[in-house]
């Protein structure tokens, strides 16, 4: 039975980084989001609960960093208003679902 429970594990975001924090308008932002489980999960990320897919001013890394874990970034380049909202990473494997929301407000510089 230890060897079962040792082949599989769900997945679990581990660090996740940007918690309700503000941004400046026009400048490079970066979320990350790591998460481990077995099998390796995949992560997806959200703005306002749509998938995040073709965003002309974003993209998306991802590193195998051992063979159950993966580290994922998002960039937002350059952030405009329209950025703000709220975000959220989720990591998915067959055997569960974990996921970090956070909110990004936008501000301008300080003049």
């Not at 996740?16 to 490079?28: C, I, N, T």
């Not at 990004?104 to 003049?111: E, G, K, V």
Request: hydrophobic share 35%.
């Amino acid at each position: 039975m230890s060897q079962l429970s040792a082949s599989f594990q769900g997945a679990v975001i581990e660090k996740a980084s940007h918690f309700d924090y503000e941004f400046f308008l026009g400048h490079k932002i970066i979320f990350v989001c790591v998460a481990r489980g077995l099998p390796r999960p995949k992560i997806t990320w959200f703005k306002d609960g749509v998938e995040l897919l073709g965003h002309p001013y974003s993209q998306i890394s991802e590193w195998q960093q051992q063979e159950n874990r993966i580290k994922s970034k998002l960039e937002i380049d350059p952030a405009r208003q329209m950025d703000s909202g709220n975000y959220e990473c989720q990591a998915d494997n067959k055997y569960a679902i974990d996921q970090r929301s956070f909110r990004a407000d936008f501000s301008s510089l300080p003049s």
